[in-house]
């Protein structure tokens, strides 16, 4: 049940739930639609990770889980409706750069699941390599987007233009390179903080979609 599966979830994760509820409530009261708006697509978007593996049949780890919650948080809820993009410069670089090292990550584990799972093989450089450049392209995926809504719609997402654009595709760069030597030093059986035993947990929990086909 989904019900079950969102009790089980960590503490801190429960504390956001409710604070997005809470907020969701007095806004309403309030009067104040654009934070209930807020509110609720953070609430829904954070929820959307338990429905996800429930229905593709993959395991969340807890702090896989909690990270995502906690970049959803903090990009939505208190980036935009509490405007901490402006309130404080470093915001969008910290938020930048784990978004990068988290979608280096994300890359090893589906590159990984790839080659291990068929009947091709890659050096462990390369699987880091393929990781990186999956990370970087999301990134400049993302600025191509910023630009187009700003010219397309007149929104201000790139802020000061080019000098915006640019410091966000080096900080994805270094987030990037993070995550895929992350990846890198878990093939080698050597470790790199926390991020290396984060993968070792979800392929642990995810054992079956990293086997070899016969």
């Known amino acids: 049940m989904l019900y079950r599966r969102i009790l089980r979830q ?12 809470v907020a969701f409530v007095l806004a309403l009261f309030q009067g ?3 934070l209930a708006f807020v ?7 954070s929820i959307l990770p338990v429905v996800a593996s429930r229905r ?21 809820f208190l980036g935009e409706a ?3 993009y402006h309130r404080y410069w470093w915001w969008d670089v910290i938020l930048h750069g784990g978004s990068a090292v988290g979608f280096g990550l994300a890359g090893f584990l589906f590159v990984f699941m790839l080659f ?19 990370a970087l392209s999301i990134g400049t995926l993302w600025e191509i987007f910023e630009f187009a809504m700003d010219q ?17 595709l080096i900080v994805d760069t270094i987030g990037a390179s993070i995550g895929a030597i992350a990846g890198l030093a878990y093939l080698k059986g050597q470790e790199l ?9 979800f392929i642990a929990a995810n054992r079956r979609l990293f086997r070899k086909r016969r």
């Open 82 to 84: 509490f405007d901490f």
């Open 116 to 134: 291990k799972g068929d009947r091709y093989a890659a050096p462990a450089w390369a699987v880091a390599f393929i990781s990186f450049c999956f």
């Open 39 to 45: 509110s609720a697509a953070t609430f829904g978007l």
């Open 152 to 168: 397309l719609f007149g929104f201000n997402m790139q802020k000061s233009g080019l000098l915006d654009t640019m410091g966000d």
């Open 10 to 21: 960590p503490i801190l994760v429960q504390m956001i739930w409710a604070v997005l509820v």
């Open 193 to 201: 903080g926390g991020l290396t035993a984060a993968l070792r947990e």
């Open 56 to 76: 593709f049949g993959i395991r969340l780890p807890v702090r896989f889980f909690a990270w995502i919650v906690l970049f959803i948080f903090g990009t939505i």
């Open 32 to 34: 104040r639609w654009s």
